[in-house]
């Protein structure tokens, strides 16, 4: 019986590359441009509020929309300040206004109190600043006789306007240490914490509405360079906050 053989004819084509198909780089690449893009998309959408707020106001103003501008951080008020023209303060500015003129008054009607304390306000409160040799003796928490007249003035402005009060201690970075203080976080807070105590005692503050707070030297005004520098940094500070904060 014959037998019937099939020739299949000779495939001459190229084998067949390894690898992925040439297709899958290209859709590869466009795929991590699109993640890239995306990405980038959402580090745009996390934006700074205040610096947005500070962005639409300067559209205002390139549009001419009057717009209320803030007073800077830490800025001391006097009324020469106050009165520019571009600020325009609502009812809670001139609160604010009343009670650092209120302060100043107090301060001025003693001449060792003016010499050692400084006022300035931000936007919300009031920072009364006093030297710490006129409060306590060295290296104690001990108040001195003298010390009433400043916390009792501080006691007549809570009395008389609805602020918030908190107590900082700052020292220097060569505060003498004790065993009772061995280091400044102690003196610091114990000197807040003896003046918060004289003004819940004599003046009959409510507790809650008074904080007390040890910095010890890490909030220095001046480099802790000369004794002049260290007597400016070693201060107790009185800041009436405003009731209407959220955080004081």
């Not at 859709?27 to 205040?50: E, G, I, K, P, R």
């Not at 809670?92 to 006022?119: F, H, P, W």
């Not at 290296?139 to 006691?155: F, H, N, R, S, Y």
């Not at 061995?182 to 918060?196: D, F, I, K, M, Y």
Request: charged fraction near 30%; charge should be positive; aromatic fraction near 6%.
């Amino acid at each position: 019986m014959a037998k019937i053989v099939v020739i299949k004819p000779k495939d001459d084509s190229p084998p067949p590359e390894e690898g992925l198909p040439p297709w899958m780089a290209t859709f590869a690449d466009m795929v991590t441009l699109l993640l890239c893009f995306f990405v980038l998309l959402l580090s745009f959408a996390n934006n700074d509020v205040a610096k947005f707020k500070e962005l639409l106001g300067s559209i205002r103003d390139a549009f001419g929309v009057t717009v209320e501008r803030r007073e800077a951080d830490n800025l001391a008020l006097v009324p020469s300040d106050l009165k520019r023209k571009e600020i325009k303060m609502d009812s809670n500015d001139k609160r604010l206004l009343g009670l650092v003129l209120r302060i100043k008054a107090l301060i001025n009607e003693d001449d060792a109190t003016r010499k050692s304390t400084g006022v300035k306000a931000d936007q919300d409160g009031v920072l009364v600043s006093t030297d710490t040799a006129s409060l306590f003796q060295p290296g104690t928490a001990q108040l001195k006789p003298g010390a009433t007249k400043v916390l009792d003035k501080v006691i007549s402005i809570m009395k008389d306007h609805n602020y918030n009060l908190v107590v900082r201690g700052h020292t220097d970075n060569q505060e003498t240490p004790s065993r009772k203080y061995p280091t400044n976080w102690e003196l610091s807070s114990a000197r807040a914490a003896s003046a918060l105590r004289y003004i819940i005692e004599k003046g009959g503050i409510e507790p809650k509405r008074l904080k007390a707070v040890g910095y010890a030297d890490t909030q220095p005004l001046v480099k802790n360079d000369t004794e002049e520098n260290r007597r400016k940094n070693r201060r107790v500070e009185f800041y009436f906050h405003k009731p209407a904060r959220d955080t004081w």
